[in-house]
């Protein structure tokens, strides 16, 4: 059975950082691509980065390019979104989902099969 765990949501100032994480366990292959998606409330779901278990390839949405980084660590499974100038429309439930695309990712609902909880960011002062 497949799981995602996301954490590190939480309420931060505009301009502050945050870090959250996503854990995958009970993927049959080491070879997967983990997304980030977020919905805000009254907007639709969009995807806001991925990156590819494999090699590390990664794909930004252009809102959040130079503001937030995606890495991973092969060993303990898990994919890490730092979030840094945060602004008051990055508030959001964050959600994690993994695809068992292992070349390249995209920022597409529909390429991902699994999915996490959610996690809250607010960014507000």
């Known amino acids: 059975q497949v799981q995602l765990v996301e954490s590190g949501g939480d309420l931060v100032q505009p301009g502050g950082s945050l870090r959250l994480s996503c854990t995958a366990s009970g993927f049959t292959s080491d070879y997967y691509s983990i997304g980030w998606f977020r919905q805000a409330p009254g907007k639709e779901r969009e995807g806001v980065s991925c990156i590819t278990m494999r090699d590390g390839s990664t794909n930004y949405i252009e809102s959040v390019k130079g503001r937030f980084t995606i890495s991973r660590d092969n060993a303990k499974n898990t994919v890490t979104l730092q979030m840094n100038s945060l602004k008051p429309e990055d508030t959001a439930v964050y959600y994690c989902?993994?695809?068992?695309?292992?070349?390249?990712?995209?920022?597409?609902?529909?390429?991902?099969?699994?999915w996490g909880q959610g996690t809250q960011v607010t960014v507000s002062s």
């Open positions: 989902a993994l695809s068992p695309r292992s070349h390249a990712c995209y920022t597409i609902q529909w390429e991902y099969d699994y």
